[in-house]
């Protein structure tokens, strides 16, 4: 193989574009996400977690579709997703919705919307737990006909979300939701092998794409960051915060390295709030 040289290596780097953080705080900050990136979105749905997805893939349609009402500087406009895909788990399509239109203002609602697609797993991944008979008669969405009997297993559960993703990756933005309910998966038939298996082959599989992953884990940050082997199975973490102090209760959130491609010389903590149009930021810095 022919070794690397200075100029074959800086139009390596070079090529790698960068995707907004739909924040003008962050992206005067960074210049955006690299391309082709995997993201975990670590926090408690309160702390704005939810909130920032669904607000961040508005503004990157906004960004793509309509660039005259985006909020900020586009400096890669060619590697800007094209539609959205959300695998959702544990939530209905209609309830999905409706919390996007609960967060987002009506145009960046409608403009998300658009170009949405959502992919719905929340039956079968129900079919899967250890649900009472009658519970899981009710709570089903709709009756199937050809219903997979009990065989279904979480290995052709992931086999199939893999294909899915691999279907819509190229070019395009993906939330997956979440990454919550398939650890709590674990507490039955699901390995914990298994799951970190399908996040190395996400991560491997996004740089391939040149768009971006964003996974949601409803967990507490300071366990996910004790967590060296979760912590690091994507290429970077966003980190969020909720901080109730007698009637006020204070969103933050934090950057994670990126592999030093965010690296900055101090770590800066962010104070968030959602508003009537969605997710925004502040670049308060407290550290």
Same mark, same amino acid.
């Given at each position: 193989?022919?070794?690397?040289?200075?100029?074959?290596?800086?139009?390596?780097?070079?090529?790698?574009? =960068?995707?907004?953080? %739909?924040?003008?705080?962050?992206? *005067?900050?960074?210049?955006?996400?690299?391309?082709?990136?995997?993201?975990?979105?670590?926090?408690?749905?309160?702390?704005?977690?939810?909130?920032?997805?669904?607000?961040?893939?508005?503004?990157?349609?906004?960004?793509?579709?309509?660039?005259?009402?985006?909020?900020?500087?586009?400096?890669?406009?060619?590697?800007?997703?094209?539609?959205?895909?959300?695998?959702?788990?544990? =939530?209905?399509?209609?309830?999905?919705?409706?919390?996007?239109?609960?967060?987002?203002?009506?145009?960046?609602?409608?403009?998300?919307?658009?170009?949405?697609?959502?992919?719905?797993?929340?039956?079968?991944?129900?079919?899967?737990?250890?649900?009472?008979?009658?519970?899981?008669?009710?709570?089903?969405?709709?009756?199937?006909?050809?219903?997979?009997?009990?065989?279904?297993?979480?290995?052709?559960?992931?086999?199939?979300?893999?294909?899915?993703?691999?279907?819509?990756?190229?070019?395009?933005?993906?939330?997956?939701?979440?990454?919550?309910?398939?650890?709590?998966?674990?507490?039955?038939?699901?390995?914990?092998?298994?799951?970190?298996?399908?996040?190395?082959?996400?991560?491997?599989?996004?740089?391939?794409?040149?768009?971006?992953?964003?996974?949601?884990?409803?967990?507490?940050?300071?366990?996910?960051?004790?967590?060296?082997?979760?912590?690091?199975?994507?290429? *970077?973490?966003?980190?969020?915060?909720?901080?109730?102090?007698?009637?006020?209760?204070?969103?933050?959130?934090?950057?994670?390295?990126? %592999? %030093?491609?965010?690296?900055? =010389?101090?770590?800066?903590?962010?104070?968030?709030?959602?508003?009537?149009?969605?997710?925004?930021?502040?670049?308060?810095?407290?550290?």
């Amino acid at each position: 193989m022919p070794e690397e040289t200075p100029i074959g290596a800086k139009r390596a780097s070079r090529s790698i574009g =960068r995707i907004p953080f %739909g924040s003008p705080t962050l992206d *005067g900050r960074f210049k955006g996400i690299p391309a082709g990136s995997s993201v975990l979105l670590v926090g408690a749905p309160d702390a704005g977690t939810d909130a920032y997805a669904h607000t961040h893939a508005a503004s990157l349609m906004t960004a793509r579709y309509y660039p005259g009402l985006y909020d900020g500087r586009i400096l890669y406009p060619d590697i800007l997703p094209d539609e959205v895909h959300y695998v959702t788990l544990d =939530r209905s399509r209609n309830h999905l919705l409706h919390q996007m239109d609960a967060v987002l203002g009506a145009r960046r609602f409608n403009t998300l919307t658009e170009h949405l697609h959502v992919k719905d797993f929340s039956d079968r991944f129900l079919d899967l737990a250890p649900i009472p008979t009658t519970l899981r008669q009710a709570g089903r969405k709709e009756e199937r006909s050809g219903d997979r009997d009990g065989s279904d297993t979480f290995d052709e559960f992931l086999a199939d979300i893999s294909d899915y993703l691999v279907s819509v990756g190229d070019g395009n933005m993906i939330v997956f939701d979440s990454l919550t309910a398939l650890h709590g998966a674990t507490a039955y038939d699901l390995s914990m092998a298994d799951v970190r298996g399908f996040l190395s082959g996400l991560r491997s599989a996004a740089e391939s794409w040149d768009g971006l992953v964003s996974m949601l884990h409803h967990a507490r940050p300071d366990t996910v960051r004790a967590d060296e082997i979760v912590n690091t199975a994507l290429h *970077g973490c966003l980190y969020f915060y909720t901080n109730d102090s007698g009637t006020n209760a204070q969103k933050t959130m934090r950057i994670g390295e990126f %592999g %030093g491609a965010l690296s900055g =010389r101090r770590q800066v903590v962010y104070d968030t709030k959602v508003t009537d149009t969605g997710f925004s930021i502040s670049s308060n810095r407290r550290v």
